[in-house]
């Protein structure tokens, strides 16, 4: 069974960064397409960032020029830098892997990721 364990959440002033990870076990992550999800208290979840086979990367408007996500295949390990955080970017945070191609206009969308991790919660104060 395909697992994903998010870390490095927690709280930090705006302007601070962050960086998480999401380790993947029973599965290599150089096979597999994965993005970067988050939920805030009474919002839907929404795709941030994505990197496909070859290494396409896509942004949510929000996070573009501040987030920037990469892949460790040696130790197995997805990564989300998180520069110049904002209020607005609390939320919890989810890893989410799918084995098959995902098309690009579909790699924000949720639907498309089959599993996915429990989360690591990010607090931005201002």
């Known amino acids: 069974q395909v697992q994903l364990v998010e870390s490095g959440g927690g709280s930090v002033q705006a302007g601070g960064s962050l960086r998480l990870s999401c380790a993947g076990s029973r599965f290599s992550v150089s096979n597999y397409r994965m993005g970067w999800f988050r939920q805030a208290q009474g919002n839907e979840r929404e795709g941030v960032a994505a990197?496909?086979?070859?290494?396409?990367?896509r942004y949510a408007d929000s996070v573009q020029g501040r987030f920037i996500i990469s892949k460790d295949d040696a130790k197995n390990t997805l990564y989300l830098q998180m520069n110049s955080l904002k209020p607005e970017d609390t939320a919890m945070y989810y890893c989410?892997?799918?084995?098959?191609?995902?098309?690009?206009?579909?790699?924000?969308?949720?639907?498309?990721?089959?599993?996915w991790g429990q989360g690591t919660q990010v607090t931005v104060s201002s």
């Open positions: 989410a892997a799918h084995l098959t191609a995902i098309s690009w206009i579909n790699s924000l969308n949720r639907r498309a990721y089959r599993y």
């Open positions: 990197i496909l086979s070859g290494g396409t990367t």
